[in-house]
């Protein structure tokens, strides 16, 4: 199942970047003739499915051990009940690391999201949007920067297992 409509280069920069060992834009602009738009694109999509996440410095890097990750995750998950998960591009352990620590918390933000799964913005936001849509959170008021969280640890743990288990 594709989790978007890949680019035709999305294969060949994803080999680019591993060769060079950073993914500059400029450089896969230069690279492959392409716009700056394309290119974002292109980069965003590397970090939807986990080959690049930010620093604590806000630095691109590249995971290298992206997709015996995304293997091991769909084989540590296999057992728990992913209703609602279809059609949900956000990895499914980012995920539950994100509602793991709303629950410990209290409270959540895409902001937070961002700085403790060391994702980026887009992705943070399709977490966000995935919890209010599973009613984990609550909407948040418009004044109020961080959304209520509402599932339990109890709740969590007969859903997804001991809340523990995630890091």
């Known amino acids: 199942m594709e989790l978007f409509e890949k680019d035709e280069l999305f294969d060949k920069v994803w080999e ?40 604590e410095k806000g630095n691109r890097k590249l995971n290298l051990n992206a997709q015996k990750e995304l293997n091991t995750q769909k084989e540590e998950f296999k057992e728990i009940e992913l209703e609602g998960f279809e ?30 799964c060391t994702v980026g913005y887009a992705m943070a936001v399709k977490i966000i949007d995935k919890m209010l849509e599973l009613g984990f959170i609550e909407p948040k008021e418009k004044e109020k920067t961080k959304y209520k969280v509402v599932l339990s640890a109890e709740e969590y743990n007969k859903r997804f297992g001991k809340i523990d288990d995630i890091r």
């Open 87 to 116: 059609n949900f591009s956000a990895p499914i352990r980012v995920f539950l690391q994100a509602l793991r620590f709303g629950i410990l918390e209290g409270k959540t933000s895409t902001v937070d999201i961002q700085r403790y």
């Open 16 to 55: 680019y970047v591993q060769e060079k060992g950073y993914a500059s834009l400029a450089d896969i602009q230069r690279n492959f003739t392409i716009g700056y738009a394309r290119t974002a694109r292109i980069v965003n999509q590397l970090e939807e499915v986990g080959y690049i996440y930010y620093d």
